[in-house]
Structures are given as C-alpha cells and as structure tokens.
C-alpha cells in the first residue's frame, strides 16, 4: 500500500507538468508566450514581452492561467530593474539609480513626519517602466490645454501606506489647463501593485512625489 501511494505521489507531478502546450507569437502587442493545447485560452509556460525596439521588457510564468514563480521586469535599454515572486507578493531584487539610493522620503508616523533615507523605496511592480505605461495609457491631454497649446509639468504628492494603498493626493505645483485634475484622476485609478516603503526592516507610511511632463506631441514622467 504505501508503494503504491509512493508511486501515486511521484505521477501526479509529472503529469501536471506534462501538460501539453504550444507557443503563440502575438506580433501586435510583442508577447510571445504558451497556451495548452488542450485549451488555447489557458496560459501555461513561459511568457515574454517585448518593446518596439524588440528588447526584452518582461519574463514570467504562468501556470494554468495565473501568473507564477518569478516575474522579470527589463528597463528601455534592455537592463533588469526588478524582479517579483508571485508567491512570496514582494520584490526579490531591484535596481536603482545613484540619485535614488540616497533619496530622502517623507515618513509618516500618525500626525508626525520625518524626513528619512529608506531601506527600499515604495514600489510598483514592473518597474518605473511598467508604472509611466500605466500612466501613459489612461491619460488624455485635456481639451482646454489642446485649445490653448498650453504645456509644461505637473508635481504630484500623495501617500503611500504601510499596505501598499495610494491616497491624500494633492498638487505641489499647479500647471492649470485642466492638467492637474486629469493626473490625479489617472494616479487615483492605478492598480493595486505598489509595495510600501521599508525603513529599518518594517513598512511605512511615506509621501511619494509624481512628475508628469506634458507636450503637445509627448506626454512623459517622472518620481520619487
């Protein structure tokens, strides 16, 4: 009996990794990635991304339809920023430039704060990358700025809690034309996918400075 339950134990696995699949290249949107065979709606396997300079953007892995294992995120010159384990729900690596590692960020402890050098910034999964494409695509040049041919940025501030969560959202340095209204609207409806700040082992609470750049053939950003 327990030969056979060992036996059972050892097949099982190897079924559900042998899960036929086949590759699909989707030349569109640049992903290529593997579906089952025996259901094309199903994801199962390796997943790339690529940018329009055919560089490497994204790496991951699904299993049964749902993301797994680790995610690989790739900045615009085909350099890894960030990798995110699915199971663990955090960053295992990051990169950041000079300028960042010695950031100072706002702390915020009930009705105090303090200005402090964090262990790990707050982060959006993906990557700085993945966060201005969030933007980008949900943002519209407002039509009173278009009449007007009106350009120039837009600061951001708004809090990053110990869970992950956006909110207090207010302009440090108002552009008008209808600009600030449409970044907080597009920063207020971003998904869920940041991860708090770390000062000494634990999260916090922290305020995070979002620049948009606004021309009339390029809308751009930046933060901290």
Same mark, same amino acid.
């Given at each position: 009996m327990k030969k056979l339950f060992l036996l059972i134990f050892l097949i099982i696995p190897l079924i559900l990794a042998g899960q036929k699949t086949k590759l699909v290249k989707d030349e569109a949107n640049k992903e290529e990635y593997f579906v089952l065979k025996s259901d094309p709606s199903v994801m199962h396997g390796e997943y790339k991304k690529f940018s329009s300079k055919g560089k490497l953007e994204i790496?991951? %892995?699904?299993?049964?339809?749902?993301?797994?294992?680790?995610?690989?995120? %790739?900045?615009? @010159?085909?350099?890894? @920023?960030?990798v995110y384990d699915v199971q663990k729900k955090d960053?295992?690596?990051f990169r950041l430039n000079d300028n960042d590692k010695y950031r100072t960020y706002r702390m915020i402890?009930?009705?105090?704060?303090?200005?402090?050098?964090?262990?790990?910034?707050?982060?959006?999964?993906?990557g700085n990358g993945s966060l201005v494409q969030e933007v980008i695509k949900r943002i519209r040049y407002p039509e009173e700025a278009i009449n007007s041919g009106a350009k120039?940025?837009? %600061?951001?501030?708004?809090?990053?809690?110990?869970?992950?969560?956006?909110r207090d959202f207010r302009v440090l340095k108002p552009l008008g034309y209808g600009f600030d209204e449409e970044v907080i609207r597009v920063l207020s409806q971003l998904p869920p996918n940041w991860l708090p700040g770390i000062y000494q082992g634990h999260p916090v609470a922290v305020e995070y400075i979002y620049t948009a750049t606004f021309n009339t053939s390029y809308i751009g950003a930046d933060n901290r």
């Open positions: 790496l991951g %892995y699904f299993k049964d339809g749902r993301e797994d294992s680790t995610w690989s995120f %790739y900045d615009s @010159e085909g350099e890894l @920023e960030q960053v295992i690596f402890t009930g009705s105090d704060t303090t200005n402090v050098i964090l262990d790990r910034p707050p982060l959006f999964i993906g120039g940025r837009v %600061y951001i501030s708004f809090v990053i809690d110990l869970d992950g969560n956006t």
